[in-house]
């Protein structure tokens, strides 16, 4: 597919991203209803289902992030995240304007071991063992988001730049694997241009707007994985060089040399999480949510250790053993684990599938609460909108097994296709790279079968 | 103004204005009802009502808002006031405003099965007189338990009233209320059973014995339908129905089987009001007892913080329906074929 940039396409976009409001405008819109979950978790009622912050986080927004966002546009939410954004005003003694002068920090270095998403894998996992709290806890919701708010703002003080989003958010960690799949990217028109432009405005930032607050060189970038599509660089790009590019779906998957074992963990724990999540929070075990809910301490520890075993034990060993056998049928002459993590980003359009099935199973069903917190965010029995007694009204209930199927079929399908193509390009044959996504296919299409015998019951 | 300028007024909204705009919507809306009084309601292992106890002015109109933070809750309030709230989901409001014109004590309590110790659920409404604070009404004098007091009836034991324990109740069929009817019109019935006082006084045994005296000729069996007949109250109850669906069914089951969801529990089995064994033994004046003061050590709760004693009344007529219900087989107990 040929690639269309919307910034020629569109060119009343380009004015817009080169704005120095438009950041800012979408954070403190965001910033707003942020405020009010930690407002509504805080001091409003306990219940889930009539709390604006567990309705609008782990339904609405989760629902919009997994199924529009990640999808369609990458990292999108990464731009308009509040999170980073007091840390990020605090750097820069400013919310708009360019100010001048080096970003007011302790300038300390991030440890370069701590350079890659481990910290996410395991800040994501410590936050999904405690999910079945999170999820129906709007304080416990109210008290984790401080928490990365606050997280947020240490390490700006600590570090330059957003070494939070970058290295240590738990959710810009998936958002950023998934968006390998999503039909957009910000990208170069010319990477020859970078080459010979010196001075590397979108490094180092001009009177325009700062250097890649990422920390990543644009002219170099091959995949979304890291950038937070921030559009700094669309604003101190003086060699217009910088395109946002719509493209076909996936093809970061293929570009072979960034692959890193990091990741490749990140694509079992997601897609380990879908299956868990969809076992617990939609399955019919009751007691699994008990053990989830933290009924009782011992119950919930083996809870969690089953949980950590099965993302970080189970479903990679069951992997590593399938690249084994790829590589001994296939003869391909790269180590196991050299395949295990070329071969994990076959899960990303896989994983990405069951969480937009997962995403569906609830949002259609829980969404009408949405009506009812948005009149009453606090459960006191306001009626801001009239729509406070709205019943709970199930949508798509008939359609929701059919469109779960569809997705984690079409999910299947891109994931076959795309472990053919890695495989291609470790094969010197056609035939080779055939056998040598047989095992893989076998292992995507068990899992498939695990989820839909989840949805479908 | 600058646009930076502009963007911290926005954050200042935002971070200040926005729990402010809250804070204040919030006040505002409480000042538009006066002595708004916020009742949250947990299950009893969790706390039950919070408050619990309310202090108001007699006199005051004065709005109770409850929510309930777990489970779906019933609030009513009694004793007297016939008041349902109805049910309160999870998260939702439900309120209500009423003025109180005496002082008293009142109980706001939950009528929904909600957890194991539903019938924990309950909170004080204390209406005082602002001219005389420290007044405490006298507690009410209920002649049926001082009457039960001065006979020296213990309400806790199972009762033959007229000394009839020598007599056997036998169940040889299933008692007929239609067949009893019937017979009410042709047997002797004495002036004393005919009274509605007496009957809430005595046993359905003590009566079945002056039954039998006065019709030699007639079964047991039949002098024992005319018994029920005469016991059963022949019109619907269905605000005594509503209060023991609210009330007993948790223990006693809905039909009366002493089978409730949470019969298992309990300190002691509680009782089969479908046992016509049991109940032809049992005074009503007892049983009204035993409602409002409770069963000692039985789990029972009181019921006479909740109910007057009419609605009382109404539960202890309703008890005598629960063997004949058309709606479930009887279950006498006693029943030999």
Known sequence: ?457 | MGRETLARIALACIVIGLPLAAYGYETQLRDAHNNVIEIQASVSEQGGFSPDVVRIAVDTEITLRFSSTDVTHGIAIGPGWDINVGHVDPGKVEEITLTFDEPGTYTYYCTTFCSADHWRMRGVITVYDPENPDYVPPPYRDPVMFKLVEEGVNIDAVHTGDAMQDMELVFTREPSLENGEQLAASVTIPAEIQEQDWRRTHTPLGALHLLERANPDQSQADLIDVVLYLWTPTQSLPQAESYYNSNCTACHGQYGGGDGPISGITAENPVAFNDLGYMFQMRGDVLYAKLRRGGMGTDMPNFGTLLTPEETWLVVDYLWTLPTRSDEPSNPASIIP
């Open chain 1, 1 to 457: 597919m040929t690639k269309i940039d919307l910034l020629t396409a569109a060119p009343w976009l380009k004015p817009i991203l080169r704005s120095r409001l438009f950041q800012p405008v979408l954070m403190l819109a965001t910033l707003a209803f942020f405020v009010m979950v930690i407002l509504t978790g805080l001091f409003g009622t306990p219940a889930g289902n009539r709390n604006f912050g567990i309705v609008f986080v782990w339904i609405v927004w989760w629902a919009l992030l997994m199924i529009i966002m990640v999808p369609f546009m990458g990292r999108i939410w990464c731009t308009m995240c509040p999170i980073p954004a007091p840390g990020e005003w605090l750097q820069r003694r400013g919310i708009v304007k360019r100010t001048s002068g080096k970003l007011s920090t302790l300038r300390w270095r991030f440890p370069k071991r701590f350079r890659n998403m481990w910290l996410q894998n395991i800040g994501f996992l410590g936050v999904a063992i405690f999910s079945a709290i999170i999820l129906t806890h709007p304080d416990v919701t109210a008290f984790v988001l401080l928490g990365f708010i606050l997280t947020g703002i240490v390490l700006s003080i600590l570090y330059e730049n957003r070494v939070f989003c970058r290295y240590v958010c738990p959710v810009g960690g998936f958002i950023g694997l998934y968006s390998m799949m999503a039909p957009l990217e910000v990208r170069v028109k010319d990477p020859s241009v970078c080459v010979t432009h010196t001075p590397k405005d979108c490094i180092i930032g001009n009177e325009q707007g700062y250097g890649c607050p990422w920390m990543l060189y644009p002219g170099g970038m091959q995949r979304n994985t890291y950038c937070g599509m921030c559009m700094e660089c669309v604003k101190t790009c003086t060699q217009n060089n910088i395109v946002i590019n719509v493209r076909s779906i996936g093809s970061d998957l293929t570009v072979a040399k960034e692959r890193r074992l990091d990741e490749a963990y990140k694509a079992f724990i997601m897609l380990g999480c879908a299956i868990l999540y969809s076992a617990v929070l939609l399955g019919p075990w009751g007691w699994m949510k008990d053990w989830a809910s933290m009924e009782s301490v011992a119950n919930w520890l083996i809870y969690a250790a089953g949980f950590l075993f099965i993302n970080l034990v189970v479903l990679p060993g069951a992997f590593a053993l399938t690249t084994g056998l790829t590589r001994r049928l296939s003869k391909q002459t790269l180590s196991t684990r050299e395949l295990f993590t070329h071969y994990a980003y076959v899960l990303v359009p896989l994983g990405l599938a069951a969480w937009i099935a997962f995403s569906f199973g609830f949002a259609l069903v829980n969404g009408s609460y949405a009506l009812v917190v948005l009149s009453d965010p606090f459960g006191f029995g306001w009626d801001l909108f009239g729509t406070r007694d709205t019943a709970w009204q199930p949508v798509g209930t008939t359609l929701i097994p059919f469109l779960q199927t569809g997705i984690l079929t079409a999910g299947l399908l891109f994931a076959i296709n795309t472990a053919y193509k890695i495989a291609a390009q470790y094969s010197q044959t056609h035939r080779q790279a055939f056998i040598a996504t047989l095992p893989v296919t076998g292992f995507m299409t068990m899992v498939t079968f695990i989820l839909l015998g989840l949805y479908l019951g």
